[in-house]
């Protein structure tokens, strides 16, 4: 049983005047604990992380960063065939932008989250997966990692003994083997269903996959995307029915003081 948790969404994911999704970051920003904020890669650049780390700050909500393969167009979810080096500098370089700017607005770094498809390239890479921990050890020891359970990212982040969270994923279905089932578009979701969804594996550890299988699911954190339509009735959902069962919703940072 889980009373205390993070819930964390992706912020931030628009450059100029392109938008993703139809969630205002301010209505998104009081619901949540952690945001992940759009480090200029994939999306994001310095007028937007500017704005929303000042939300991020405003709220008290944990600051992270998004860092994501170099592919505007993309969005970040086409694989890049290149070596861990480049992948990892790309990813210290993303970093420093967010943290500067949270020193800026008084606000502290938190947590590292990569993006769409170079996170799921982390979960599977040990290679690229060390190479991170190690580099974001060499900034700060404490800072963060997001990752999956069942991840290479989170086994040698444990290993290591380098601060790790492990998500839920809220707006997504699991397959048996503890993987998300990917798909290029997501409809419109029931917020209520998925707000029942998250309170089953808070109380009981448990998640329904595609297949009808119930399995074992770790975590310490509930992450909902931004560009799910529906969004921000999904995060009303989710932190209500949590907080209806006495369940407390806190930063990462906090959740893992608290185990």
């Not at 890669?41 to 600051?63: C, E, Q, T, W």
């Not at 700017?101 to 170079?118: N, S, W």
């Not at 310490?220 to 799910?228: K, Q, Y």
Request: hydrophobic residues 40%; charged residues 25%; aromatic residues 6%.
């Amino acid at each position: 049983m889980r009373k205390i948790v993070d819930l964390n969404c992706d912020m931030g994911e628009g450059f100029g005047h392109w938008v993703l999704g139809e969630a205002p970051d301010d209505q998104l920003m009081e619901l949540i604990s952690s945001a992940n904020i759009a480090a200029g890669f994939h999306a994001g650049d310095p007028n937007s992380m500017d704005r929303v780390i000042k939300l991020a700050n405003h709220y008290g909500v944990g600051l992270g960063a998004h860092p994501g393969y170099r592919d505007l167009q993309g969005f970040g979810r086409r694989y890049i065939d290149t070596t861990p080096e480049e992948l990892v500098n790309d990813i210290i370089y993303q970093v420093g932008a967010v943290r500067e700017f949270g020193r800026r607005h008084g606000i502290r770094l938190q947590h590292v989250k990569p993006h769409g498809a170079l996170y799921m390239e982390a979960a599977r890479n040990e290679d690229l997966s060390r190479l991170m921990i190690e580099s974001l050890a060499a900034i700060s020891g404490d800072l963060i990692v997001y990752c999956m359970d069942i991840s290479k990212t989170c086994a040698i982040a444990q290993r290591l003994g380098h601060p790790v969270v492990r998500e839920f994923y809220a707006d997504r279905d699991y397959g048996k083997d503890g993987s998300i089932v990917f798909t290029r578009k997501i409809g419109r979701l029931s917020p209520e269903a998925i707000a029942q969804k998250c309170l089953r594996a808070c109380l009981e550890g448990k998640v329904t996959t595609v297949e009808g299988h119930d399995i074992d699911i770790a975590f310490e954190s509930i992450c909902f995307h931004s560009d799910t339509p529906g969004a921000v009735e999904i995060g009303r959902a989710i932190r209500r029915v949590l907080t209806e069962n006495n369940i407390t919703i806190a930063p990462s940072s906090a959740v893992l003081q608290a185990a």
